[in-house]
Structure formats: C-alpha cells, structure tokens
C-alpha cells in the first residue's frame, strides 16, 4: 500500500514540474527591430512601450546607437524575450524621461502615461501617447520585425 502511494505521490509530482515547463500566456513571439525618425536614429537609450490593451500587457525596449531594439516582458519575476501574440500600440519615450518601466499595465491603461512630462523630446510629442501615436504592431508567433520610422512632421 505504501508502495503504491508513493507510486501515485511520483507520478503526480512528475506531472506538476512537466505542467511547469511552458507558459500560460498562449502562443510567443519575439520583436526586434529599428527605431529612426526621418531615416535617422534617434538617441541611444530612447524607450519604446509596446501596449497589448486588451489583455494589459507591456513589454519594453531600449534603442542602441544605431537605433535597434530588441522587446523584452516583463511578468511573474521573469524577464521574457518574446511576448504573447496579438496587436499591441507603440509609445515612443527620450532616454531622459521617467523610466517607464516603473508603470504598471493597468497605471498605462488608465491613462497614467499622458500624465509623464518628458524632457526635451527630438520628436513629435503625439509620439509619446498610446492613444495619439499612431503606431501599431500586430505580433505573430515566431521571429518579427518591427522597424519603426516616425515622422517629424506628424502632429
């Protein structure tokens, strides 16, 4: 009998560490990309917020000096390099701003990053704002690109 307990105590922990293994955030895609303005980049350390509104989830990205990012997500204490698939909106932050990785996905949803006063942005303040940006990326499952290129005339 304590044979067979012990058996049933293996198998069901054997299960719950193989369950533990993936995510339970459904199918993963990763994002890299270029980040210019007018074909140019913009500084090194701009911060790019990837918004996925209808589940809440943020992912970050900070450009080099050549203005290519790569997205990272935060979620449970882990850092990921791919995020969850689906249609995310773009803000656009000069390296000098309140970090927006301090924001939670539901302070942004709320509508906490129209209240961040940037410093001296070398692009269109629009840029700055989900609701105003204009930028979208619809993430698939695999490797994508998304190479931005923001307008310095868009008002």
């Given at each position: 009998?304590?044979?067979?307990?012990?058996?049933v105590g293996i198998i069901a922990f054997s299960t719950s560490i193989?369950?533990?293994?993936?995510?339970?955030?459904?199918?993963?895609?990763?994002?890299?990309?270029?980040?210019?303005?007018?074909?140019?980049?913009?500084?090194?350390?701009?911060?790019?917020?990837?918004?996925?509104?209808?589940?809440?989830?943020?992912?970050?990205?900070?450009?080099?000096?050549?203005?290519?990012?790569?997205?990272?997500?935060?979620?449970?204490?882990?850092?990921?390099?791919?995020?969850?698939?689906?249609?995310?909106?773009?803000?656009?932050?000069?390296?000098?701003?309140?970090n927006v990785e301090e924001l939670d996905a539901e302070?942004?949803?709320?509508?906490?990053?129209?209240?961040?006063?940037?410093?001296?942005?070398?692009?269109?303040?629009?840029?700055?704002?989900?609701?105003?940006?204009?930028?979208?990326?619809?993430?698939?499952?695999?490797?994508?690109?998304?190479?931005?290129?923001?307008?310095?005339?868009?008002?």
């Open positions: 009998m304590r044979f067979q307990l012990f058996c193989i369950g533990c293994g993936g995510t339970d955030f459904g199918p993963m895609g990763s994002v890299s990309g270029r980040l210019t303005m007018d074909g140019q980049p913009l500084a090194e350390g701009t911060q790019l917020l990837f918004m996925q509104m209808e589940k809440g989830y943020a992912a970050f990205a900070r450009t080099d000096a050549e203005g290519n990012y790569k997205l990272q997500w935060m979620r449970e204490g882990k850092t990921w390099d791919e995020v969850p698939t689906g249609m995310y909106k773009i803000l656009v932050q000069p390296p000098e701003v309140k302070a942004m949803l709320a509508g906490a990053d129209q209240d961040i006063q940037p410093a001296a942005a070398v692009f269109p303040r629009k840029y700055q704002q989900h609701s105003t940006s204009g930028l979208q990326f619809d993430v698939k499952e695999g490797t994508n690109t998304s190479d931005i290129n923001l307008d310095s005339k868009f008002k």
